[in-house]
């Protein structure tokens, strides 16, 4: 972001164009997400606004559920929090924050959720009780009531691994599969987009996981790039070489974290993907945000 009126028209073109979302990361060098989910829906009139996500090392839980009550509040409650465990060494570096085994990291979200949780469903800090008792000075709570055990706006947590994808049957209400994978066989982080059979596996490990909450959950994916070509095999091998992929073209034709071919082609594997996988909830790389257009017009 290099101007705040430009960010804000940005939103309000993507609510013309039929986007029902944006979401913010939570990277060291770009902007802090509550301040700007804030802002785009000041912007806007339906538009949900999300993180995507957030590094749970970097906030104090308590800390964390303030800003996540704010921003639903100001937001008229339409927060959507996403929520992870970290992945840039280098940002726990810069941030003088230990970047812990990947095993630590998904117990101190663990442990956030937990918290957070507590702190929506109860009735506040007992230090301010007086407060609340004898001058009406509640404690901010947010306006939605659907994620953290009912009590707050709906959590999205997403990744591959069996760990993250274990938390998220457990606690989400929209499970993200984010499409990068580790690579067999290559060192920790040598990541790159999924296959479909890789889709499969996950959706059903969460199934498998979620118990009696498996038909309340969203399912969420995370499309890497969007081709708009009338010839599929050459926009596969075009993607192939701009990702650097060790995937077949058949593969990346087939995947769900890519989508190439016409409008309307395109505009079926997303209904496809949705009867094979359960994805409902897509989001798009920003890159490619303009080249998807004809496509929700497609769609709808």
């Not at 993507?14 to 944006?22: H, K, L, N, P």
């Not at 630590?104 to 007086?130: H, I, N, Q, S």
Request: overall charge negative.
């Amino acid at each position: 972001m290099k101007d705040g009126d430009v960010f804000k028209e940005k939103c309000r073109e993507a609510e013309r164009q039929g986007f029902d979302a944006v979401y913010a990361p939570d990277h060291l060098g770009e902007v802090a997400p509550f301040p700007a989910l804030v802002a785009a829906a000041a912007a806007t009139e339906r538009l949900r606004v999300g993180t995507l996500v957030l590094n749970s090392a970097f906030w104090n839980p308590h800390l964390l559920a303030r800003e996540v009550a704010t921003t639903d509040l100001l937001t008229g409650g339409r927060l959507e929090v996403g929520i992870g465990a970290g992945y840039s060494k280098w940002e726990f570096d810069e941030a003088s924050i230990g970047f812990e085994p990947f095993g630590k990291r998904v117990d101190r979200l663990t442990e956030t959720l937990t918290v957070m949780e507590k702190l929506f469903g109860g009735e506040g800090y007992e230090a301010r009780r007086p407060l609340r008792e004898n001058m009406g000075l509640p404690d901010i709570a947010p306006v939605q009531r659907q994620g953290f055990g009912g009590y707050g706006p709906p959590l999205l947590v997403g990744g591959t691994g069996d760990r993250m994808m274990r938390l998220a049957a457990e606690h989400a209400d929209i499970v993200g599969i984010t499409g990068l994978f580790q690579v067999k066989g290559r060192p920790p982080g040598t990541l790159q987009i999924g296959t479909a059979a890789d889709a499969d596996d996950r959706v059903r490990f969460v199934r498998e996981h979620a118990g009696d909450r498996v038909d309340r959950i969203e399912w969420n994916i995370l499309v890497a790039a969007v081709v708009v070509t009338g010839d599929r095999r050459a926009g596969a091998e075009q993607v192939k070489a701009q990702f650097g992929l060790d995937l077949s073209v058949d593969d990346i034709l087939e995947t769900p974290f890519v989508l190439i071919g016409t409008v309307d082609q395109i505009a079926e594997n997303v209904r496809a993907n949705r009867e094979r996988f359960g994805f409902t909830h897509l989001t798009v790389n920003g890159l490619f945000s303009d080249s998807f257009v004809p496509v929700i017009e497609a769609l709808r």
